[in-house]
């Protein structure tokens, strides 16, 4: 099915361990995104890439890692997670910087 | 530097009633302005945008929305709401990137 997925959908982990969340696009979008989502906080920007092997920092990327080999891919790494990282986690994708975004599903992260 | 205040954390409202959810934004250029939807475990979901032209911008499931540059403001109304869409609601803004207000959650009640 074309979209974008995310996986997985919930995920507990240790403080201290390092996590992959997964994200993957059909529409061949150039702009792909990751957000976090907290309450009060609405969504805040982590690391985006404008393009294969592009990537550039968000609003609030410490702790968190990015890469972008393939063009439908876009893994967000926690090096080591922390309690302060426990979120909602969403991955969207674009066809630029400022055009309408389309959402994954979102990750469910519990940092224990 | 561009930003987004939604005035309303949370709007109770009866069904068939009438719904405005209020957003202010600021910025320094032009911008492009979105409404999205957050239905509960789900993903964020375009409603409608404003990307130049007309000033009143209709979107899915019976929303629109008025960009007035004058007060800064987006906001969002739905003139008889259903049970169907109680939700969160976000506002954002783009410049060169989105950003998105804190949101907004919808309770319809019976």
């Known amino acids: 099915d074309a979209g974008i997925t995310q996986s997985p959908r919930y995920k507990i982990t240790e403080t201290g361990r390092q996590v992959t969340l997964m994200c993957h696009q059909t529409w061949s979008h150039s702009y792909m995104f990751w957000y976090r989502q907290d309450l009060g906080h609405g969504l805040r920007l982590i690391y985006y890439?404008?393009?294969?092997?592009?990537?550039d920092k968000g609003e609030v990327p410490d702790g968190y890692v990015v890469s972008r080999s393939k063009t439908e891919n876009f893994p967000l790494t926690l090096e080591s997670a922390t309690r302060s990282q426990t979120s909602v986690y969403f991955c969207?994708?674009?066809?630029?910087?400022?055009?309408?975004?389309?959402f994954g599903q979102g990750t469910r992260l519990t940092v224990v | 530097a561009q930003s987004v205040t939604q005035l309303d954390s949370q709007v109770p409202v009866f069904e068939e009633a009438p719904v405005e959810l209020r957003c202010n934004y600021s910025s320094s250029v032009s911008v492009y302005l979105f409404w999205y939807v957050q239905y509960p475990n789900q993903g964020l979901q375009l409603l409608l945008k404003?990307?130049?032209?007309?000033?009143l911008v209709k979107g899915i499931n019976g929303f629109e929305a008025e960009f007035n540059k004058s007060q800064t403001s987006f906001h969002l109304r739905k003139p008889s709401v259903h049970i169907s869409d109680t939700a969160e609601y976000f506002c954002?803004?783009?410049?060169?990137?989105?950003?998105f207000g804190a949101g907004t959650t919808v309770t319809v009640r019976a």
């Open positions: 890439s404008a393009a294969a092997d592009i990537t």
């Open positions: 954002a803004v783009s410049d060169y990137k989105l950003s």
């Open positions: 969207a994708s674009g066809t630029g910087m400022n055009t309408e975004a389309f």
């Open positions: 404003y990307l130049s032209g007309s000033t």
